[in-house]
């Protein structure tokens, strides 16, 4: 027999769904950002391993891609820092450590 007083299973709020919804939505997307930074070094790296990476306009992509690359790794992980809440400048160390370890490899292979 059951009980007249038993509680409900409580539904999730139509709100509560968007929310999740948009929460999951801005995870993908600064997925993609962080994938999208990885394709703009491998780009950059593959100019500096090119025969012609003294010439200007090869510099002049390099360093595009390079700010590029940084840029869209600053973007996806402040959006990853803003949806965990206790993390919210989280983000600065990585993206220096990006631009910094991409900075020292490419000049490496300039080098060379």
């Known amino acids: 027999m059951i ?17 999740a919804q948009l929460r999951t939505r801005a ?7 962080l994938l999208f930074a990885t394709i703009f070094l491998v780009g950059a790296l593959s100019y500096a391993l090119a025969p012609g990476r003294h010439e200007q306009m090869s510099l002049l992509w390099m360093t595009g891609l ?21 993390a919210r400048r989280a983000w600065l160390v ?6 910094l370890l ?6 490496y292979l300039l080098r060379r």
């Open 94 to 99: 990585p993206t220096f450590a990006w631009g």
């Open 3 to 19: 009980a007249m007083n038993t509680p409900r299973p409580r539904r999730p709020s139509l709100l509560a769904v968007k929310a």
């Open 66 to 86: 390079l700010l590029l690359s940084t840029l869209e790794v600053a973007w996806g992980l402040s959006t990853l820092a803003r949806l965990q809440r206790r």
């Open 27 to 33: 995870r993908r997307r600064a997925i993609g950002q």
């Open 102 to 107: 991409a900075v020292l490899v490419l000049g």
